[in-house]
């Protein structure tokens, strides 16, 4: 079976391409370059000794995408992985995400149903939910007003495949993710930070390795534990395998509705000093931090309720927090080494 995923040299697009390749499908990635590298393709070459098939194209140009379903035919499924991605950045820039999320997915979609391409699996985010009513979240609990254009491309994005996949012959999967964080463990593969990263875990191992002299932890007078955000932080590579389960859910027809939509986390909520403990105790590192002010938009505790794609999709999470927090640990002093 070949699958064509966009995004392919991102971050999870990468660890993707890698499982669906350890699993036998034959893989055709599209992307722009604008987040990532193509020396990633050699990379994943040497994790599985299988090259993908790769085409550097705009998904917002529609002639150059058409071209690209003329030259590639007999692909099953698409996973859209492609996207801008920074928070931040979407509310100083709202017009050129809706832009580009939203008109790489249109025409995606409009290629796919031009070329009788059935199956679509979404990158979706837990940020649909925003702050939730209750914990564990589930899929049924309230979808809340995005606080970001980001946040909303992702609910805007589902809208769109809920839609089609009514009055189109587009069946698709929107997989709603939780805080995805480590890498490969050949720590050939991982997250690539351009400038001060925004996200924790690869600030602590910046901090860690020294390129960064202190932790700023974001607000510790919440109504948690320890006063610390809860989040439900999940191996990159069990995200990678819950898209091959989407996959086969939608090739198999084993779905119970064109539009289907999973939670994909641990279920386990770990708040930021308990992030911090743990990755003290996984490296042996000690980490400097200092409790600071609160950041705007973050939302209190989210953690996923994750019997849905436990049950419906027969995926369960592999990796503990100690194996994410020691990946991304080697995956730092690897990016340190290669940029010698
Ligand atoms: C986690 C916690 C921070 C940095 C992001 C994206 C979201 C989704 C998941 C894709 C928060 C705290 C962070 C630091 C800190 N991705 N923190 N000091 O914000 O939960 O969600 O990933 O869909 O769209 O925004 O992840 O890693 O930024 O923050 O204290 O230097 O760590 O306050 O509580 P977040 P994060």
New binding site residues.
């Given amino acids: 079976m070949k699958v064509l995923v966009t995004g392919g040299t991102g971050y999870i697009g990468s660890h993707t391409v890698v499982e669906l390749q350890h699993a036998g499908y034959d893989v055709v990635i599209i992307d722009n370059l604008y987040n990532s590298t193509i020396d990633v393709l050699d990379r994943i070459e040497e994790i599985c000794n299988k090259r993908p098939a790769f085409y550097k194209i705009e998904l917002c140009n529609k002639t150059q995408l058409n071209d690209f379903f003329e030259q590639e035919k007999d692909i099953n499924a698409v996973i859209h992985f492609a996207a801008f ?1 920074q ?1 931040n950045e979407s509310v100083q820039e709202p017009l050129k995400y809706y832009e580009n999320n939203l008109l790489s997915q249109i025409n995606l979609l409009n290629c796919m149903i031009e070329n009788n391409i059935e199956n679509f699996v979404f990158s979706s ?3 649909v939910y925003g702050n939730p009513d209750s914990l564990p979240v589930d899929e049924n609990a309230p979808i809340k007003k995005a606080e970001s254009p ?2 909303n491309t ?1 609910q805007m994005g589902e809208e769109i495949l809920e839609h089609t996949c009514k009055s189109k012959n587009i069946s698709a999967i929107s997989l709603r ?1 939780f ?1 995805p964080i480590g890498a490969h463990p050949s720590a050939k593969i991982g997250e690539v930070q351009h400038g001060t990263p ?4 690869p ?1 602590i191992t910046e901090t860690a390795f020294g390129k960064r002299t202190q ?5 510790s007078d919440y109504n948690t534990p320890d006063g610390t ?1 809860v ?1 439900d932080y999940i191996h990159v590579i069990d995200v990678a395998n819950a898209h091959i389960a989407a996959v086969e859910r939608l090739s198999k027809q084993t779905k119970k509705n064109k539009y289907e939509f999973f939670n994909i986390g641990t279920g386990i909520g770990y708040s ?1 000093l308990d992030m911090i403990h743990a990755f003290e105790k996984a490296t042996g590192i000690k980490i400097n931090y200092a409790l600071v002010d609160r ?1 705007h938009g ?2 209190e505790a989210v953690y996923a309720n994750t019997t849905l794609a436990n049950n419906e999709l027969g995926w369960t999470t592999k990796y503990t927090i100690e194996d994410m927090l020691k990946s991304a640990w080697t995956w730092e002093q690897a990016l340190a080494k290669n940029s010698n």
């Avoid at 925004?198 to 875990?201: D, G």
């Avoid at 932790?215 to 607000?219: D, E, I, P, S």
């Fill in positions: 991605l928070v985010s837990c940020t980001y946040g992702k993710y805080n925004h996200h924790l875990v600030y932790l700023n932890v974001f607000g955000c989040r930021v950041r973050d939302v």
